[in-house]
């Protein structure tokens, strides 16, 4: 393993919650709402959509029968809806891929509102890999933090692009997601939390794993998720009656870094 894959493997493991936090929890800290997941109504201007969306353009001139979009770890579709749309879309299909039920239920129900052909896999990447068949465009948005063991993740996600002129489109935070709340792990649990995998480790992997120089672009965008308290206290494993004391403490936290990195590729 590489520098940068032992850097990634290390800092993600180490932000696993201790098992007797975890048993000790009322709800799984893990599982997404799919209502915190929707899509907007008109897809967001970002450069994750223009690169997407310029990979679906290519194809759609070189087949003249649309492109095929695959969207890993999809949640409700905000990646693949916002290449996509707006019309005329170069985008003949969308495929989601999500390991959870609920969130393919809102994919679905977001293609259908919105009159695109879909598909979905239910299923954990990269072992659903195999049922998710080549597309044209491979989108994963905000999934990565989820990972530990980076290479074959990465290595599914370039072998599910079509080979004839197709790419990769990721978007990730620079840094684990829920590094801001750290300083509360340690004030509710007394854990001392150390940083996950950064995008610089990903471009490493790339690079020193699968010999792919991907392009880079970084920028900054507001959190989308509700941090309000409620959301925080079962993040933190604790039950709904310490709400007030998230609430106190989250007052004293520094506001989260926004910024984002986008990282394309051709396969
Ligand atoms: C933070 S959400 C991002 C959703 C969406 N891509 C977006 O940008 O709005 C992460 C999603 O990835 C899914 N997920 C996490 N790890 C996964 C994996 N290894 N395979 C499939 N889905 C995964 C989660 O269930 C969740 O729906």
Request: charged content about 25%; some cysteine.
């Amino acid at each position: 393993m590489g520098d940068a894959a032992a850097r990634w493997t290390v800092g993600q493991a180490a932000r696993g919650i201790p098992e007797e936090i975890r048993r000790a929890a009322p709800a799984d800290p893990w599982v997404h709402d799919p209502a915190d997941l929707a899509p907007p109504h008109e897809p967001a201007d970002s450069p994750s959509h223009r690169a997407g969306r310029a990979l679906a353009e290519r194809a759609a001139a070189r087949t003249c029968a649309g492109a095929s979009v695959l969207d890993v770890g999809c949640g409700g579709g905000t990646a693949a809806f916002g290449v996509a749309g707006p019309d005329p879309s170069p985008v003949a299909r969308v495929v989601g891929v999500d390991r959870q039920a609920d969130m393919l239920a809102s994919f679905t129900a977001g293609a259908r509102a919105r009159g695109i052909p879909h598909g979905t896999v239910h299923g954990s990447w990269p072992d659903a890999a195999p049922d998710a068949g080549r597309h044209d465009v491979v989108l994963c948005h905000h999934v990565l933090h989820n990972v530990v063991d980076l290479v074959p993740f990465l290595a599914a996600l370039t072998g599910a692009v079509r080979s004839d002129g197709g790419g990769v489109v990721l978007e990730m935070s620079e840094e684990h997601p829920l590094t801001w709340l750290d300083p509360l792990w340690e004030r509710f649990h007394g854990l001392r939390r150390r940083a996950g995998g950064t995008a610089d480790d990903v471009v490493g992997v790339l690079r020193e794993e699968l010999g792919t120089e991907p392009e880079v672009q970084r920028w900054d965008r507001p959190s989308r998720l509700p941090h309000g308290p409620e959301w925080v206290t079962r993040r933190l494993c604790l039950p709904a009656d310490r709400v007030p004391e998230v609430a106190t403490a989250l007052r004293d936290l520094p506001p989260r870094r926004p910024g984002l990195v986008t990282l394309a590729w051709a396969s």
